[in-house]
């Protein structure tokens, strides 16, 4: 099997994240399966992680998921990302793409917040078999704090490291990291994050897993600690998800320092 392709597409672009209750963006959902149906072959495996947008952050928010256990916050909010990836599946069936969904709050586990073991066995065999795996941001059991949230942000990294991905992206509503001026920066590298992370903002809507600032840190930790690099880009646009497959130069390239 040729190494996988491991992209998310943010909650920012499958919903309406400025909505306090779930708004899917059922045109933009078909667009990214239509795109994807157009790419997807044996030769290129893929593993697709969508964000919970406007389906997980308003709940986690109104449950305080983040700070404490609450059993009918977690059921809520799985429930309600689960119908966000159902929507997400059958649009890419629909399609002609061979997809699946994988639930995160049933294969990992979380200590303190962080992945601590996550069942990638299937995962690896759908691969094997031709199927697109699709995982998602999801609440998880923590063996400290009982449960958390867990961020497609952060799939996308430890799935990329046990599978050995090679091209990885984050595709979401802004091109990539902009500095100050809101001007795109081309390169990030752990040696210059510092310098830059004060410029990266969190999300302008409710985001309880740390928007841009989030994805930057995970992907530089991805680079530091393994050499892989990665993209962020902006994936709003009519064609930008072949684009970034196709190995195009966009938004941000996260690696390792020079
Ligand atoms: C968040 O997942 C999960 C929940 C709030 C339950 P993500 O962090 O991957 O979602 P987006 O991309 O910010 O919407």
Known sequence: MNSPIVLKIGGSIITDKSSAVPKALPGTIERIAGELAGVCNENSPLILVHGAGSFGHPLAKQFKLTEQFDTKGLIETHRSVKSLNAMVVDALVSAGVPALPV???SCAMLEQGRISDMQTAPIHEMLNRGLVPVLHGDVAM???WGMDILSGDQIVPY?????GAELIGIGSNIDGVLDNKGQNIPEVTPATFD???KYIGGSSH?????GMLG???ELVELAGKSDISSRIF???AAGSIIRFLQGETMGTLIQKNK
């Open 195 to 197: 310098g830059i992370r």
């Open 159 to 163: 799935v990329a490291r046990k599978m």
């Open 215 to 217: 994805k930057v840190q």
């Open 103 to 105: 639930h995160p709050l």
């Open 234 to 236: 902006d994936a709003s």
């Open 206 to 210: 409710t985001d309880v897993t740390g």
């Open 142 to 144: 923590d063996s400290v």
